[in-house]
């Protein structure tokens, strides 16, 4: 019990010591760490990257995405940050964004796209994440949640051993995952803001998720996913970009 209430007293303080307004999100979010708290491990990441992963060597391929991305970042205001580009050699289409300003694609995402609006999408969306900083969100998250998950198992003593996997996949479905959910939309109109302002079209990111939804060959049920499903997001970017008059 004293561990429990323990777990429960910090998290409460971490809770009130550790809200901070985002304005491009116009929400307040739990932070226990910053982006800067998180650049070595990111740094880390990219290294193990580039070196265990085949990227492609195709100069007009990596010049475009340096182009657009480029573009797409001085849109967003982040050009105090040194951003690095890399085209990983991989079919499946993908994109991925590590919070000291690193970007990867893959060629399978290149060979999707059909025209540099629909680039600009992903890459919007990838800077979206680091304005948002839904990096340092996603872990203050997870760390206060194996706090008071910790806790209570500690008071439950044996039984915990039991009930531990039943009360992670809890948390992860009830607390974890819509969060990530929200993330991935918030990124997608961050996106769309990026590229009007950079001069691409921003309907093209509606065009871009359908073509996702055409090559998709099945995905998980939306309430046990990371990503919403593409129906949700077709409807609120259309919605999004309806608003804005574009």
Request: proline share 2%.
């Amino acid at each position: 019990m004293k561990r429990s209430l323990l777990a429960g007293l910090l998290l409460a303080g971490a809770a009130l010591s550790a809200c901070a307004y985002n304005e491009s999100l116009g929400r307040n979010q739990f932070l226990i760490v910053d982006d800067s708290a998180l650049t070595q491990q990111a740094d880390a990441a990219w290294a193990e990257a580039l070196r265990t992963q085949r990227t492609s060597s195709d100069a007009a391929a990596n010049a475009r995405i340096r182009r657009v991305g480029d573009r797409v970042v001085q849109a967003a205001g982040l050009t105090d940050r040194r951003w690095e580009y890399a085209v990983f050699v991989n079919e499946s289409p993908n994109a991925f964004v590590l919070p000291s300003g690193k970007i990867g694609v893959t060629t399978g995402l290149l060979a999707l796209v059909r025209n540099d609006d629909q680039l600009a999408a992903v890459l919007g969306h990838e800077v979206g994440h680091v304005t948002a900083r839904h990096a340092a969100e996603r872990y203050s998250t997870s760390a206060a949640t194996g706090l008071v998950l910790s806790g209570v198992q500690g008071a439950a003593g044996d039984y915990a051993q039991a009930a531990g996997a039943i009360g992670g996949l809890g948390a992860q479905l009830g607390v974890l995952l819509p969060f990530s959910r929200r993330d991935e939309l918030e990124a997608d109109r961050l996106g769309v803001d990026y590229m009007q302002r950079a001069g691409f079209a921003p309907r093209e990111s509606v065009n871009l998720w359908r073509l996702m939804q055409a090559q998709r060959q099945g995905s998980n049920p939306e309430f046990a996913s990371t990503h919403p499903s593409d129906t949700t997001r077709i409807a609120a970017l259309e919605q999004y970009i309806e608003s804005r008059g574009w």
